[in-house]
């Protein structure tokens, strides 16, 4: 990883299989799949290509001549104590002018480490206090997520570099980190992602995938230098581990690239997994101003105006009740929403522009159906296993599966019960949800 300060690059890990066999997990003090609390405007935003990652953000000079390269995302380092570099060019700014250049964002936090490295002590968890270490990492990295603009429904990677295997106090502290930043996390609204080394963080949290003991992770990201440029192999995680298009890895380490005749040191990057949300900016194009709504229809309350010429950020797409001569609206910063019909954003959905969604893990089943509609009566249509990331753009009542009415509409058309997702609501409708 290029954000370190104090703790030096380790190579990956290779651990022998004596190393593998997990102690009995604790206590249990968590549930694996925690519900996301979600504001009105957040929504998950999904990338799937090459991402670089590097010390310090480049200028935006430089983000513009690797426009040409492979490269559609960026890893950025958004705080945390053990951070390397300083960061003269990432701000709110920064973040907007990249995303306007259509690079998606990978935000990581580099936190406090495992107990058994041999660093500065203030840099390691304390296993006493590792959950609620975790959480104030959470908090901490929202906080600068905000002031960069990285909106709720982003993922957080937190970067917890390789650790010696050996010691299974040292494994309890890390996994006890993790859970308290996935927690810290779900409570604001924000995803949770870690960065690991596949030979020691990543056969912990895939050994720990099933474990009450722990809060699951959305999505992991795992340093694994091979050259392999896919997320399927990864070492320590089972095929069905965090498989709902929440793995990213990094195979390459640092090295020089040239782009546009721009050269960087950088580590490669491929990703399958949830990001950075970021409001981007467009143009109001309507002759009059133009009105937001509370909801995606012309029947809404209006809750503000902008007028003509002026920008608006538009944070996901989704469909909603026809106005000039479309169904898609526009959920914007401020919670509102404005019809397509009168924003540059185009005449459908926007290929850069997430969908709204509100995504949450499975829980209680190994394997849970999707059906063509909200109930067990209708055609199996796929399936998602225990931990997946189901996103979920709408809500509404259909056949009762043990105690619970709701049907959970999923990005694609799919529908899942409520029951076996961890909304926020135990039996009935999860804001901020919508119905469908």
Known sequence: MNGRRVIPRVALVLVSAVTLTLLPAPAALATPATPVHYPERATMTHFSGHAFDTCSAPPLSTMSKWR???????????GGPTRACSQQHLNKRWVHRATAMRYRLVPVYTGKQAPC???????????????????RSAAHAVKRSARLGLLPGSALYLDIESYPTSDDGCRTAVLRYISGWTAGLHQRGYLSGVYVSGGSGGIHLGGAHRSPAY?????????????????????????????AGQRGKQFLGPHAETHGGAAMIIDSNRFRAPVA???????????????????PTTKSKVIDSYRPGSKVGV?????GGKAAGTRVWNLLANGTYVSNGFVTTGSGFNESLPRC???YQVKRTHRVNKRSGPGTGHALVGVMYRGGLAKVVCQRRGENIFGDPVWN???????ISDYYLATPARHGFSEPIRRC
Do not use: F
């Open 68 to 78: 040409s390269s492979r490269y559609n995302g960026v890893g950025i380092y958004i």
């Open 409 to 415: 509409k999923l990005r694609g058309g799919a529908w």
């Open 357 to 359: 969604s509100y995504p």
């Open 117 to 135: 490295r041999a660093d500065a002590k203030k840099y390691l968890i304390s296993p006493e206090r590792a959950r609620a270490q975790g959480r």
């Open 277 to 295: 949300t970021v409001a981007r900016q467009v143009r109001v194009v309507s002759p009059v101003p133009l009105k937001g709504r509370n909801h």
């Open 215 to 243: 809060a699951r992770p959305d999505s992991i990201w795992v340093a694994q230098w091979d050259g392999d440029a896919t997320v399927r192999d990864m070492y320590g995680l089972a095929s069905r581990q965090w498989s």
């Open 315 to 319: 944070v996901c797409q989704r469909r």
